[in-house]
C-alpha cells in the first residue's frame, strides 16, 4: 500500500513538473520576441551629449587648431523598433597671426603698427533622422542597437577679430559651404541604470564618430 502511494506521488510530481518546463518554455519564447523593457521601448525619449572622433570638417592649413565636434541629439520612440529625431553639431577651427606692418595714414605718413589677429571658423549640422531599434530581435541587457539616417542642412560662419585694422586689410577670403546633407549611421546605448547611460555612434556628422552620456526619459 505504502509503496503505491508513492509511485502514485511520484508520477504525479513528474507530471507537475513536465507541464511547469511546458509552460515556463512558452513563456520564454513569447519573452524572446519583445524588446526588453531597459533597451528599447515605444514612447521614450533619448537625449545624447556627446563630442567627435576624427573630424571631418574643419580648415586644413598648418597653424589652425580645431576644437573637438560638440553634438546633441533627441529622439523619440515612435514604435517598439522606430525611433525619430533632430541633430545638432558644431565644430570650431581657429588660427592666430601677429606681425609688423608700414602704412600710409590720412596725412599721407608712413607709420609702423604692430597687429594681433584671430581668425574662426565655426562649422555646423543641423538635421533630421531616423533609426531602427534591434532590442526585439538582438536581446543584451541593458544595451540598445541602433541604425538609421540622417538629412539635414551644413553650413560654415568666417570671423576675423583684431587689435589693429588701421590701413590693412583681412587677407583671407571668407571660407564657407552650405547644402543639403544626408548619411547613414549606426551606434548602441548602454545603460548602468533606468534613465542613465553612455552612447557611442558612427558613420555621419561632423566626425567619423561620437561618444558621449545618454540620459532616458
Request: net charge positive; glycine share 12%.
Amino acid at each position: 500500500m505504502i509503496t503505491r502511494s508513492l509511485l502514485l506521488c511520484l508520477l504525479i510530481s513528474t507530471g507537475l513538473c513536465a507541464q511547469n518546463k511546458k509552460e515556463k518554455k512558452t513563456t520564454t519564447t513569447v519573452e524572446k520576441h519583445e524588446a526588453m523593457s531597459n533597451t528599447f521601448e515605444k514612447g521614450q525619449v533619448d537625449i545624447n551629449l556627446g563630442i567627435g572622433l576624427l573630424a571631418n570638417r574643419y580648415y586644413y592649413a598648418s597653424g589652425w587648431r580645431t576644437s573637438p565636434p560638440i553634438n546633441i541629439s533627441i529622439d523619440k520612440g515612435i514604435t517598439k523598433n522606430v525611433s525619430l529625431g533632430m541633430y545638432l553639431a558644431y565644430v570650431r577651427s581657429s588660427y592666430r597671426t601677429s606681425g609688423d606692418y608700414i602704412y600710409k595714414d590720412n596725412n599721407n605718413v608712413w607709420v609702423t603698427a604692430h597687429y594681433n589677429d584671430v581668425h574662426s571658423i565655426t562649422y555646423g549640422v543641423f538635421g533630421f533622422r531616423g533609426a531602427f531599434h534591434f532590442a526585439e530581435y538582438i536581446q543584451v541587457e541593458d544595451l540598445d542597437l541602433y541604425a538609421g539616417g540622417m538629412l539635414g542642412y551644413s553650413f560654415a560662419k568666417y570671423k576675423w577679430s583684431t587689435d589693429n585694422s588701421a590701413g590693412r586689410t583681412n587677407s583671407y577670403a571668407t571660407t564657407g559651404y552650405g547644402g543639403a546633407v544626408g548619411s547613414f549611421y549606426f551606434g548602441g546605448r548602454y545603460r548602468f541604470t533606468e534613465k542613465f547611460g553612455v552612447y557611442g555612434e558612427f558613420g555621419y556628422g561632423l566626425a567619423y564618430g561620437n561618444i558621449g552620456v545618454n540620459f532616458k526619459f
